[in-house]
């Protein structure tokens, strides 16, 4: 397969046309066969349901070529799972598992000349999305809805070496107790908006939420989970229910505890604890951990003993089992690892 005429390395977090997506759509009742096309544009009623009332869910995971040059894609019956989730809460009809990843390896396959090269530390950004189709203007789910799934080529996501964040504890909520913070709905994103706006205008890199309901215990920044750890070498990932589950999350604390031997724990984590903790990171599908130099809290600012340069000593190892797992360079535990 020849690939595209790309300098790799350079690309940055993106969208560009690539050439085959994926689409489906749900009719009385049912799915259709769907498959691939080439038109990049989606043609709806002005009134459709996600237009009016932002139904619509999605899901993020990156193709990408392993060491002996296999194209493979991480833990996507995750994605498919928690898709599924994600749809229910937003009285959506689930697209079935079964398809949701065959229509993955297909789209994947399809634009394989997308797939960056190994060493590039490029990827294949992964987006399958549903929407509601149809028209709606009293309140009530869509009647007809669409499953895609788009790919983009992603760079590296430390491209200039890495550089911890710093991050403002947020004056704004992220996700309500008992609202949709479980489930990857764009309305959550809509929302953050002017609160990264704001955090980037004052010159920090991301928000710190903590619950809305007491503003009292860590739960995420917009789009990635916290991971920390603790002075005694614990690994300690906030456990919350307006948290959006992170594969990268829940695969890093399965990582700690079976590759590195390290004792990993999901519990709530007052605010009150973060300044006592040895290391910081954010993990999600993009950066896998992005590590956290600093919090500013109203005036009070907590550096991490790790530093403003680089990674702290375990952020550091988890990262590299796991982008070691992911690459082929680490046997993976079964079924984390699907070759398209
Ligand atoms: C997607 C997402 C994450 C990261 O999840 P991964 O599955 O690890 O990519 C974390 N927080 C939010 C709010 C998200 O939408």
Known sequence: MEKKNIDWGSLGFGYQTTDYRYVANFKNGAWDEGGLTTDSNIVMNECAGVLQYAQTVFEGMKAYTTEDGRTVVFRP???????????????????????????????????????????????????????????????????????????????????????????????????????TGHIKAGLNYAMSLHAIVTAHEEGYDENMYLDAGTRTFVEETGGANFLFVTKDGTVVTPKSNSILPSITRRSLIYVAQHYLGLKAEEREIPFEEVKDMAECGLCGTAAVISPVGRIDNHGETILFPSGMTEMGPITKKLYETLTGIQMGRIEAPEGWIVEV
């Open 77 to 179: 019956d995750l994605n498919a799972e928690r898709m599924e989730n994600s749809a229910r809460r937003l009285e959506m009809p689930v697209f079935p598992k079964e398809r949701f990843l065959e229509a993955v390896k297909e789209t994947v396959r399809a634009n394989e000349a997308w797939v960056p090269p190994y060493g590039t530390g490029a990827s294949l950004y992964i987006r399958p999305y549903m929407f509601g189709s149809s028209p709606v203007i009293g309140v009530k789910p869509a009647e007809e809805y669409q499953f895609r799934i788009l790919v983009t080529p992603v760079g590296p996501y430390f491209k200039g070496g890495i550089k911890p964040l710093t991050l403002k504890v947020s004056d704004f909520d992220r996700a309500a107790p008992h609202g």
